[in-house]
């Protein structure tokens, strides 16, 4: 019985997501958000240079849905070297949750981080508590851009589930 609830839960959050999706298409990466997503950009100094942002921020569901698109400058490349990498996606995650956590006022805790795969780049998924709400996040970088899908939600299950949507209907054009 839980089974079977659980799968219909799964079913009307897919049909919602997709029932208004919205693809978001550039030259270098697609994505569909669940509906049109508010969009927002700006130039940020970091410790490789002047960085160019372009986030995509959506409130869906009671969630938080953001994918940031950060371009650091020509030349730079953040993805060959492993320990590099590992450095700016962890940098780069641990950046969003904390500036989302200060915004609230809130502690947050780590509660997962794993290093993945994406076609042939590395890439970073992690979970962490930020007072009630739960961040998840999944982060790569391809030479000298960093791309990032956040959720925040009350729900860790359910934030799950919107990630896990939005990562398979993500695609890197390398």
């Known amino acids: 019985m839980r089974m079977k609830k659980l799968l219909s839960f799964a079913t ?3 049909i919602g997501f997709y029932a208004q999706a919205q693809v978001i298409q550039t030259d270098d990466f697609e994505l569909t ?5 508010k969009i927002d950009e700006q130039e940020i100094v970091t410790e490789a240079g ?5 986030m995509y921020q959506l409130m869906h569901n009671g969630m938080m849905i953001l994918f940031t698109n950060a371009t650091y400058p020509e030349g730079l490349d953040i993805s060959t070297n492993k320990e590099v990498n590992k450095k700016v996606l962890k940098n780069s995650k641990n950046g969003s949750i904390s500036n989302f956590a200060g915004q609230m006022g809130m502690e947050v805790t780590l509660v997962s981080e794993v290093f993945v795969e994406y076609k042939s780049l590395y890439g970073m ?3 962490d508590r930020v007072g009630q709400y ?3 996040v999944y982060t790569i970088a391809h030479l000298n851009k960093l791309y990032s899908i956040l959720v925040f939600s009350e729900n860790e299950a359910e934030g799950k589930e ?3 949507t939005l990562v398979d209907s993500f695609s890197l054009k390398i």
């Open 12 to 14: 009307i959050l897919l």
């Open 33 to 37: 958000f669940p509906a049109e997503p």
């Open 50 to 54: 002047d960085t160019h942002l372009k």
């Open 125 to 127: 998924r992690s979970i």
């Open 134 to 136: 739960f961040g998840q």
């Open 162 to 164: 919107v990630l896990d």
